[in-house]
T-cell receptor
Framework: EPEVTQTPSHQVTQMGQEVILRCVPI?????FYWYRQILGQKVEFLVS????????KSEIFDDQFSVERPDGSNFTLKIRSTKLEDSAMYFC???????????????FGPGTRLLVL | AQKITQTQPGMFVQEKEAVTLDCTYD???????LFWYKQPSSGEMIFLIY??????QNATEGRYSLNFQKARKSANLVISASQLGDSAMYFC?????????????FGPGTRLSVLP
């Protein structure tokens, strides 16, 4: 069964460093998303991406964040200068985004646990 | 105002019994989708079940069913015949609006513990 994959599974970085989180969405999906989950808290939306551009972003997704689809398979989240409060689990998700029943379901990757020291 | 409310921070259930996890939502849209995800201690988010706002029947997927009461804006998850492996966090989520690629809003979650 196709699934969303993410690398790395864990990332430890120093405050102020840049990190790139990588995702490979399900191949026939058209919408891509990043969410984050601070330890013990609920899942929060960061950004959605469709047709090679950002379609929606939250207040969390400030100038320190960027997303890119550098090729036909990868979808990346870059944090330019990490802060302590960026420590969280980052989930990539994808969906077909069609209007047939259930096609809007978002399938999540296993997550990247980011720790900023 | 919270879009998704899950009033049970924690629940216990005896193995093989059924359990209902509550979810209420707030939207003024006519078109929306409701979803339940399971998050085991390993951290991944596993899709369980989907209910569209125009679906007339309650959704079912194996041991999972969704008790959809549109007028009350509730979408409770029912797990029948609980298993030890069902112990996890459970999140209710909603997609609002006519754009089917819209982001999801998640509730705070319910931690379910299945007792042997």
């Amino acid at each position: 069964e196709p699934e969303v994959t993410q690398t790395p599974s864990h990332q430890v970085t120093q405050m102020g460093q840049e990190v790139i989180l990588r995702c490979v969405p399900i191949s026939n999906h058209l919408y891509f998303y990043w969410y984050r989950q601070i330890l013990g808290q609920k899942v929060e939306f960061l950004v959605s991406f469709y047709n090679n551009e950002i379609s929606e972003k939250s207040e969390i997704f400030d100038d320190q964040f960027s997303v890119e689809r550098p090729d036909g398979s990868n979808f990346t989240l870059k944090i330019r200068s990490t802060k302590l409060e960026d420590s969280a689990m980052y989930f990539c998700a994808s969906s077909e985004a069609g209007q047939a029943r259930g096609q809007e379901t978002q399938y999540f990757g296993p997550g990247t646990r980011l720790l900023v020291l | 105002a919270q879009k998704i409310t899950q009033t049970q921070p924690g629940m216990f259930v005896q193995e093989k019994e059924a359990v209902t996890l509550d979810c209420t939502y707030d939207t003024s849209d006519q078109s929306y989708g409701l979803f339940w995800y399971k998050q085991p201690s390993s951290g991944e988010m596993i899709f369980l079940i989907y209910q569209g706002s125009y679906d007339e029947q309650n959704a079912t997927e194996g041991r999972y069913s969704l008790n959809f009461q549109k007028a009350r804006k509730s979408a409770n998850l029912v797990i029948s015949a609980s298993q030890l492996g069902d112990s996890a966090m459970y999140f209710c989520a909603m997609r609002e609006g006519i754009d089917y690629g819209q982001n999801f809003v998640f509730g705070p979650g319910t931690r379910l513990s299945v007792l042997p």
